[in-house]
């Protein structure tokens, strides 16, 4: 029973271009969550997502990020024109139906922006 | 508004002594979950142990015990007979049932020492 999986574990990208991010949550999770993790710092809550809908982005940045978590495939959050102030661990977690307490954490990507 | 406090940036402890990690919260829900993570320098989220606030008794995990103090909203971790890969960051978190994010305190780095 795999756990939740991201990819790329490591991301480099050069200011201005477009990173993507990837989670796949575990069998049978609908809820997905992202977070981010600045350097020394806690994890801090970006959007809540279910299968085609996005439930709460309200820890997302309005312009340059956006979330999406198709009926088919990974979730994916993706970064527009990075700076290197997105430098950060990217981590995604799921949770079934009815825990939303439980959520359960991908490795994270890590973001580097040149 | 939910908060989690962590007030010891860092700590050390011998090789096989028991240490405590400090945690305050504050919530307006009636009903909320705790958590720790442990993240060593690898950088994944390690899940720990769980305390729920209706819980009677004091969650266990091997070596790992949450003292926890609703009225003083207190939810420590202590980890007994430390190891030398016990050395990590370590994260409190808090959920509330209407509030499924999690919110992360800054986190406590230990440095166990042989």
């Known amino acids: 029973n795999a756990g939740v999986m991201q990819n790329p574990r490591h991301l480099v990208r050069r200011r201005g271009q477009e990173a993507r991010l990837r989670c796949s949550p575990m069998k049978g999770h609908s809820h997905v969550y992202w977070y981010r993790q600045l350097p020394e710092e806690g994890l801090k809550f970006m959007v809540y997502?279910?299968?085609?809908?996005?439930?709460?982005e309200s820890g997302m940045p309005k312009e340059r990020f956006s979330a999406e978590f198709p009926k088919e495939g990974p979730s994916i959050l993706r970064i527009q024109q990075v700076v290197r102030g997105d430098s950060a661990a990217y981590f995604c977690?799921?949770?079934?139906?009815?825990?939303?307490?439980?959520?359960?954490f991908g490795p994270g990507t890590r973001l580097t922006v040149t | 508004a939910q908060k989690i406090t962590q007030t010891q940036p860092g700590m050390f402890v011998q090789e096989k002594e028991a240490v405590t990690l400090d945690c305050t919260y504050d919530?307006?829900?009636?009903?909320?979950?705790l958590f720790w993570y442990k993240q060593p320098s690898s950088g994944e989220m390690i899940f720990l142990i769980y305390?729920?606030?209706?819980?009677?008794q004091n969650a266990t995990e091997g070596r790992y015990s949450l003292n926890f103090q609703k009225a003083r909203k207190s939810a420590n971790l202590v980890i007994s007979a430390s190891q030398l890969g016990d050395s990590a960051m370590y994260f409190c978190?808090?959920?509330?049932?209407?509030?499924?994010?999690?919110?992360f305190g800054t986190g406590t780095r230990l440095k166990v020492l042989a």
């Open positions: 997502l279910q299968k085609e809908n996005i439930i709460d």
């Open positions: 977690a799921s949770s079934q139906d009815s825990d939303l307490y439980e959520q359960y």
């Open positions: 978190a808090m959920a509330g049932l209407r509030t499924y994010k999690y919110i």
């Open positions: 305390q729920g606030s209706y819980d009677q």
């Open positions: 919530t307006s829900d009636p009903s909320y979950g």
